[in-house]
């Protein structure tokens, strides 16, 4: 399906003046961290030099043969910052792989571990911590 014009206005007003996003994030109640500008990124996301990411396991729940739930299983035995930037990618994959919802279950071994693995500083929304020791 082509864009139509009520799409093109939409992305033309951003382009002419990025901080437009910010009241509208404000608006619905995102909150918008302080900045100097705002600025156009590019909008490609091909990755012509992939990178490996591989979770250490994925479960799919399905109902009538189409998934209805992805779930990333990751072991965590120690705190690794990297892990705040690559879980994001492994849900946002799978989420468009499957086209279904997907959540990460961390195990970790002690409390420690779970509360540093806690991905308050990613775009996880919806993540909940609970540590099994």
């Known amino acids: 399906m082509s864009p139509t014009l009520e799409h093109e206005y939409l992305i033309e007003l951003v382009r002419n003046r990025?901080?437009?996003?910010?009241?509208l994030l404000a608006e619905v109640g995102v909150a918008v961290p302080a900045f100097d500008r705002a600025r156009l990124g590019t909008a490609d996301f091909t990755n012509c030099r992939p990178t490996e990411y591989?979770?250490?396991?994925v479960v799919l729940l399905d109902r009538e043969d189409k998934p209805v739930r992805?779930?990333?299983?990751?072991?965590?035995r120690r705190y690794d910052k990297r892990k705040t930037w690559s879980w994001p990618v492994y849900l946002s994959t799978l989420r468009a792989i499957e086209e279904c919802p997907v959540v990460l279950l961390v195990f970790c071994q002690d409390d420690k571990t779970a509360e540093d693995c806690y991905p308050s500083s990613t775009s996880l929304s919806s993540a909940?911590?609970?540590a099994w020791t």
């Open 18 to 23: 990025p901080s437009l996003v910010t009241t």
């Open 54 to 57: 591989r979770a250490d396991s």
């Open 70 to 76: 992805a779930v990333v299983l990751e072991v965590q």
């Open 128 to 130: 909940r911590r609970s």
